[in-house]
């Protein structure tokens, strides 16, 4: 089976553009969750949804940010405008509840410099 | 949320070496992974593992859940073993897995 499938794997922008993030979850999941990595914060959760709905988007960090899911097989993560700030690596990681959350499954992420 | 606490932050072995990673929490969790960061930046799952024993060839973990720590064992460690090493966990209800800072573990020859 496909893992975990996320476009692009690089992005290089300049500040003010706008910036989309695409995420394929592996079939039959029903928690898409997309993270940030950076040097200085780590792992950080922006936000997740289950069975397409946004659940908690509390790690969204500003207005500029945005995240849908308009069908179980497919998400967007959106920058706009787009700042240095932005550049890291964003990971979107799917995972088939059992009662509660299972294994997390990871993408191979999208690095993404804003410049 | 709960905090989450990995030692030692950094580790050097040799080829062949054993080590113990820990995880700390702070508060009870019921559901606890973990999981490897490769030099390349790929995350790999390791170990669901709420509760209990599990092994996976030289790799192996346990948590306690009710004294809110789990313990990542790698044996005859190889070269391919280097990266970072995450632990994740949640309490409650909350679906959200809240990582820790890792363990930067580099294998030498």
């Known amino acids: 089976d496909a893992g975990v499938i996320q476009s692009p794997r690089h992005e290089v922008t300049e500040m003010g553009q706008e910036v989309t993030l695409r995420c394929k979850p592996i079939?039959?999941?029903?928690?898409l969750f997309w993270y940030r990595q950076t040097m200085m914060r780590g792992l950080e959760l922006l936000i997740y949804?289950?069975?397409?709905?946004?659940?908690?988007d509390s790690g969204m960090p500003e207005d500029r940010f945005s995240a849908k899911m308009p069908n179980a097989s497919f998400s967007t993560l959106k920058i706009q405008p787009s700042e240095p700030r932005d550049s890291a690596v964003y990971f979107c990681?799917?995972?088939?509840?059992?009662?509660?959350?299972?294994?997390?499954?990871f993408g191979e992420g999208s690095r993404l410099t804003v410049l | 949320g709960i905090q989450v606490e990995q030692s030692p932050p950094d580790l050097i072995l040799q080829e062949g070496a054993n080590s113990t990673l820990r995880c700390n929490f702070s508060?009870?969790?019921?559901?606890l992974q973990w999981f490897h960061q490769n030099p390349w930046g790929q995350l790999i799952n390791l170990f669901y593992?709420?509760?209990g024993t599990k092994q996976n060839g030289r790799l192996s973990a346990t948590t306690v859940a009710t004294e809110r720590y789990s313990l990542l064992y790698i044996s005859s460690s190889q070269t391919t073993d280097s990266g970072v090493y995450f632990c994740?966990?949640?309490?409650?209800?909350?679906?959200?897995?809240?990582f820790g800072t890792g363990t930067r573990l580099q294998v030498t020859l």
């Open positions: 593992i709420p509760s």
């Open positions: 994740a966990g949640n309490t409650g209800t909350a679906s959200k897995l809240t």
């Open positions: 990681a799917s995972s088939l509840s059992r009662g509660r959350i299972g294994e997390l499954f």
């Open positions: 508060d009870s969790v019921n559901n």
């Open positions: 949804f289950n069975n397409n709905v946004p659940i908690d």
């Open positions: 079939s039959g999941h029903d928690y």
